[in-house]
Every structure is written in structure tokens, then in C-alpha cells.
């Protein structure tokens, strides 16, 4: 909790210095071109302390304070010049003047309640009320600077948003950026890379011709390609000496928050994660593979940390059986493990649920437990398979359920404040578990596992409509005993033995309710495919690959630097157009906690990221802040631009409605983004 508050805090403060150094950009401006600045704020609303040379810090403003002294001494000299009792109200200039005579400063530095966004006042410059009059003989004043000189002042926040990013990238590059490598860990069954070639252990160097430096870039890159085309992706294979081009066409779908997406995640090491990298996840695994302990050999062969890919391709070629890996812990001891593969999700690109084996679907095995959930609490522990689930206060059972219905039945249950009955099994007798499902998830309310699927039962938990083994009559319940009239023990065999028969019809005993039952399963082209995409995985607590990019060298420092600045605000504007295209749906913009929650996770991750987290938002601000809506610094512009062309400033009837209208917009798109970050936290 303390880490977690201590990085919102940070990304705070963060947030705050890029509102700061962007307001400093115009202070300076209006300082340069002799326009009177009234206010520097950071934040908005009323203030919470402030200072003026002459004054001091106050708690509020200093305003008052100012108004009464200058007052004071105005009507103090207009009685000694007339001998009047009642001396005229001073105009501004008269004001300021009086308060330079008294070493008082004409600028009040302030820190507002409300720390989002920030402001400077100059004299006679009022976003919201651009007819406001100032006095024609006010040299000082913003009106009376010439079109080009309020073009800087209007202007010079974002250049130094844009000046602030190039520096936090330099200071990124010589402290040393720990970010992953654009190496390939993992290629979703059936996705766009999987049909396009690409492997677990690519590298990809550039996309439609762009240089892919780290992986941050790779998900946006990818997202920001057109889903009708294909894309041009040149990729370093191990083992391959010149590079291999592949054309990919990205894909829309539930699994890519319907984003153009490719279907992949970034490289593991083959090293213990550490405790960040757990999280609050208790596996089996987690004595196998403690934190920084490294695999040395995998059945037989040695391999370095980033050989990822050799314990990926040891699993695909298993055919089931364990893998041999040697591991070498932080003490110098070398210990010998063997680890049984898991099935892998092979829909999980379009979103599903649910592994599909020519239609048969594996019983819910429990992989990970997070602590003080209320799986944990109510004794759910890694490794229990899902015999049945009952709701308690309906009645209904279903058993076994797939993972789908299980997943279906624990939110509905979790959201009605229903508790559910769960059969368990682990190795030995069955026992029951009863619990409200009330952890947040993505998908509503859980209890707090990660899933697998069972391997070693040949229980079918569900059939698939349509598919193969739907056609031949299986049912839900059923152990599989053989196939092709030979005998099967785990799901592993079930799959070894249907990739075998390709195609055409073989035989399958069943054994269940109905008693043993010999059916006939037709496999085409269509089901081959589907089994071909099955792949298998492993539970192992992997830390993520990294390659920190570090240099001192002047010119590769100023280089990477202006292209990750580059890229920043060229994002922005590539996103915008998505948006406006409709290939980026606009429920996935963040608001102010959407920032935070990326901010916190970012700086949950070291230094180097908050540095980056920064820089990216810096970028963004430069762009969003010139983009041409009334009310902030792009569509002040065009009124300046229309002023230059016209040889006159719009009315200042259209100027007002232009900024209403404005204001409105952004109330609005602050509104909506507000809601969704919510729904993304609390919903």
C-alpha cells in the first residue's frame, strides 16, 4: 500500500514539473516580449500558498494583500497632489507602477488546491473572456504586443514540452533504460504472427521500415497499422544469419480490445522473477525457480539467460513429457527438475475463453492463488482441479464446468453477492470450498486464481458446438479412453493422437454415465488446423528479458533521443487519427487516474521508467495542447493566424462562444475518459 501511494505521489509531482516547465515556457515568452504576467500558477482553483517578491509566501494569495498595499499608497499620493479625501480608483498600470515604486513584484507565484494542469495570467490575456478591456495605453499589457510576439508567448509552452522531452530522454540514455528487447516470448495460437511466420525468438528490427529499438514500442506500433493491409516486419531468427522479411496483416479482435493487434508478448529470461515480478501470485513453482535463479541446461543442452526460445521449442516438441531443466540458484547450488508442460490457450487472439481440441475442452485446474484473496482465505490451492460448481443460494450445479461457464458463473456470482460451492480435487479426496466471489478482475469479480487446464484426467469438461467431437456425440462428463484403438492417460495423449490421424474419421471410446460408448470422430481440414495450433506452455515464475539501452556516446545519445521525441508526438497524432477512422475506439483514451494508474505501475518499475513515463507525457502534452480546440494554446493560435491574415482579431462575440464551445468539448471528453478510467479501476 505505502509503495503503491508513494508511486501515485511521484507520478504526481512528475505531472506537476511537465504543467510547470510548460507554463514556464509562456512566463518566459511574455517576459521576452515585455508583457506583464499577473499569475503563474501550477494547478487550478484557489490557491493553497503563494508568493510575490515584496511579500513573501502566503497561505491563498497574495492578491489582497497587494491590492491593499498598492491602494493604500495610491491614495495616499493622490491626497498630497489634490488634497481630495476621495481619490479616484488607480487603473492597472497605475497599480503596477506603485508596486514596482514599492519593490513590490507584479507576478504572483502560486500552488492551487486542484494539482491538474496549471496557468499564466498575463495582463489583458483571458482565455475565457477574450473581450476584456485593458487600457489603450498600457504598454505592458498582451493586446498590445504585435500578432508575431503573442504567436510566441501563445506557443512557447509546447516547444518547451517538446525541449522538456528530448532532455528527460538524454538523462533516460545516460542513467540506462531497463526495457525489453523487441524479441518474440510468446505467438498466440492462431493470430496474424503465428499465420504470418513469425516465431518465439524473432526479433523484430523494423516495421514497414521503422526501426523497433525496445518493446514499449511494438503494441502501439502494431495497434497504429491499418487492420486491412499487411505490414512489412524484418526479423533477426536465431540461427539464421541474414535477416527474414514477413508480411503480417494485424487483426481486430475482443483479445487486442479490438485494436489492430498481431497476437504476441514480449521474451522471457530464463532467470527467477523477482518480487515485482510475482506479484501476490503463489504457484507450485515458485520453490522450483526462486528469484534470480538461473536455468542452466534444458534437457541436456546449455543454454545463457536469453535463449528463451530453446525451453519454448524443448515444449512444442515434448509431445507431452517432462522437461528437463537444470537451475542454478543465487547460493552456488545446482539443482535438477523436470516440469510437466501445460496446454495452451489456443483461441486466446479472438478472445476465447476456452482451449478447443477438435471441440474437447479440458476440466479448470488452479494454477496460482493470489495472496489474501478469498480463494486463499477459504483454502483454494494450486494445483485443485474444478469438479463442480454450485451456486449456493439457487441451487444450480454444473459439473464438471468448462472454463468459460466456470469464469461466467464466479462473476455473475461475485456481482449478486452470491456465494458458490466448489468441488476440489488435488491427489487425493474430493473436498468443498464455499465463497463469495468478490476479487475485482478485468472481467468483473473473481476469486483470485490464474487457471490452467487439467492434463492429467481425460475428463471432458465441455463440448464445443459444432466441432468434431460435438458431431460424434461426446458429452460433457465423459473420460476419454482411447483413440484409434489405442489408450490414452492424459490430454497430452489426446492430442498426439488426433494430430496423427490429420484427417478423415477415427475411432474414440468414452466412458461416463451412459457407460463405454465407441464413437466415430471425422477430423477435416479445418479441425487438423485447429489441432495444430495447440500449443504448450509452462507455469515457471520467468522475470521479463531485459537489454538496457545505455550510451554516452554524444551523437548515439542525441539521436536515440530526438527519435524517441519524435516518435512520442507522432504517436499522439497517429492515435488521434485512428480515433477519428474508428480503428482506435475512443473508450480506450485515459483520463487523469487513467494516467495515474499507468504512471504508478511505471514507477513501480524503477527510476528509469518514471524518467520515460515523463518524458512520454511531456510529448504528449506539446501535442494535445497545440491541436486547434478553442481554449487551449492551438486554437488561441488560429486566432492569431486569422488576426495576421485578416489584419484583425475574429469579434470578440465569436472569440467568447468559440471558447464556451471549447470548454464544453473539453468538459465533456473529460467526462468520458473520467468514466472509463473508472470502469478500467472500480467497475
Do not use: C
Not at 504576467?37 to 511579500?55: N, P, T, W
Not at 498481431?262 to 521474451?267: K, L, Q
Not at 460448481?389 to 449478486?416: D, H, Q, R, Y
Amino acid at each position: 500500500m505505502f509503495e503503491s501511494t508513494l508511486n501515485i505521489l511521484l507520478v504526481a509531482l512528475a505531472f506537476g514539473f511537465v504543467i510547470f516547465w510548460h507554463e514556464l515556457g509562456h512566463f518566459l515568452a511574455a517576459r521576452w516580449a515585455g508583457v506583464r504576467v499577473e499569475q503563474f500558477a501550477v494547478g487550478m482553483g484557489h490557491a493553497l500558498f503563494s508568493y510575490r517578491r515584496g511579500i513573501g509566501f502566503r497561505f491563498g494569495n497574495t492578491r489582497e494583500e497587494f491590492e491593499k498595499r498598492t491602494a493604500a499608497e495610491f491614495a495616499k499620493r493622490q491626497g498630497e497632489l489634490t488634497g481630495r479625501d476621495q481619490p479616484r480608483e488607480a487603473t492597472l498600470r497605475e497599480q503596477y507602477d506603485i508596486a514596482r515604486d514599492l519593490g513590490i513584484g507584479e507576478t504572483e507565484y502560486r500552488l492551487s488546491w486542484i494539482p491538474l494542469g496549471g496557468y499564466v495570467k498575463p495582463t489583458g490575456q483571458d482565455d475565457l473572456r477574450p473581450a476584456k478591456e485593458v487600457a489603450a495605453d498600457d504598454p505592458h499589457a498582451f493586446g498590445a504586443k504585435s500578432v508575431g510576439k503573442r504567436m510566441v508567448i501563445i506557443s512557447a509552452g509546447v516547444v518547451m514540452n517538446v525541449i522538456l522531452a528530448f532532455a528527460l530522454y538524454v538523462l533516460l540514455f545516460v542513467y540506462g533504460f531497463n526495457s525489453s528487447p523487441t524479441v518474440i516470448g510468446l505467438v498466440q495460437s492462431g493470430s496474424p504472427a503465428q499465420l504470418g511466420g513469425l516465431r518465439v525468438g524473432d526479433r523484430i528490427e523494423s516495421i514497414n521500415g521503422e526501426p523497433q529499438e525496445d518493446y514499449t514500442k511494438i503494441t502501439m506500433n502494431v495497434a497504429l497499422l491499418r487492420d486491412d493491409e499487411p505490414a512489412r516486419f524484418v526479423v533477426k531468427r536465431p540461427g539464421v544469419e541474414q535477416p527474414v522479411t514477413l508480411m503480417i496483416k494485424p487483426v481486430k479482435s475482443a483479445g487486442t480490445a479490438n485494436m489492430p493487434g498481431i497476437g504476441v508478448m514480449g521474451a522471457f529470461s530464463l532467470t527467477g522473477a523477482d518480487k515485482r515480478g510475482r506479484g501476490e501470485l503463489i504457484t507450485a513453482h515458485d520453490a522450483l525457480l526462486p528469484i534470480d535463479a538461473v536455468i542452466t541446461t534444458i534437457n541436456g543442452m546449455a543454454v545463457k539467460a536469453d535463449d528463451y526460445h530453446v525451453l519454448d521449442q524443448a515444449l512444442q516438441t515434448s509431445a507431452g513429457q517432462p522437461v528437463e531443466l537444470v537451475i542454478r540458484k543465487t547460493d552456488g547450488s545446482v539443482t535438477t527438475h523436470s516440469i510437466m508442460p501445460t496446454l495452451f490457450l489456443g483461441g486466446a487472439f479472438s478472445g476465447e475463453t476456452d482451449l478447443s481440441i477438435a471441440g474437447l475442452r479440458p476440466r479448470v485446474q488452479i494454477n496460482g492463488i493470489k495472496k489474501d484473496s478469498v480463494a486463499q482465505k477459504n483454502g483454494v490451492r494450486p494445483g485443485d482441479v474444478i469438479q463442480e460448481i454450485g451456486i449456493v443460494e439457487t441451487g444450480e450445479v454444473l459439473a464438471p464446468p468448462s472454463t468459460a461457464k466456470f469464469l461466467e458463473w464466479v462473476n455473475s456470482s461475485g456481482k449478486a453477492d452470491r456465494a458458490v460451492r466448489l468441488v476440489l480435487t488435488n491427489g487425493g479426496a474430493a473436498r468443498e470450498v464455499t465463497l463469495k466471489p468478490t476479487d475485482k478482475t478485468e472481467r468483473g469479480r473473481g476469486m483470485g486464481v490464474t487457471r490452467d487446464y487439467e492434463t492429467a484426467a481425460t475428463i471432458v469438461a465441455d463440448v464445443a458446438p459444432d466441432s468434431p467431437a460435438a458431431k460424434a456425440g461426446v458429452r460433457p462428463g465423459e473420460r476419454i479412453v482411447s483413440i484409434g484403438g489405442e489408450n490414452v492417460a492424459t490430454w497430452f495423449d489426446i492430442v498426439q493422437k488426433l494430430r496423427a490421424s490429420k484427417s478423415g474419421d477415427i475411432k474414440i471410446v468414452t466412458d461416463g454415465v451412459a457407460g463405454t460408448r465407441e464413437l466415430t470422430m471425422s477430423i477435416d481440414a479445418a479441425s487438423a488446423k485447429m489441432l495444430a495450433d495447440v500449443h504448450y506452455s509452462h507455469s515457471l515464475p520467468l522475470a521479463p528479458l531485459i537489454e538496457p539501452r545505455k550510451t554516452r556516446d554524444p551523437l548515439t545519445l542525441v539521436e536515440w533521443s530526438i527519435n524517441e521525441t519524435k516518435y512520442s508526438i507522432f504517436q499522439v497524432y497517429a492515435t488521434l487519427q485512428r480515433l477519428f477512422q474508428g480503428s482506435v475506439p475512443v473508450s480506450n483514451l485515459s483520463g487523469p487516474l487513467g494516467i495515474l494508474s499507468a504512471g504508478s505501475s511505471a514507477a513501480d518499475r524503477g527510476l528509469d521508467w518514471l524518467i520515460w513515463f515523463t518524458a512520454l507525457i511531456s510529448a504528449n502534452l506539446a501535442v494535445v495542447n497545440f491541436l486547434p480546440i478553442p481554449i487551449v494554446d492551438g486554437g488561441l493560435f488560429i486566432f492569431l493566424l486569422a488576426e495576421k491574415l485578416t489584419g484583425r482579431p475574429p469579434s470578440p462575440r465569436v472569440q467568447a462562444v468559440a471558447q464556451i464551445v471549447g470548454l464544453v468539448l473539453l468538459g465533456s471528453l473529460f467526462l468520458f475518459v473520467t468514466y472509463h478510467d473508472v470502469l478500467r479501476q472500480w467497475g
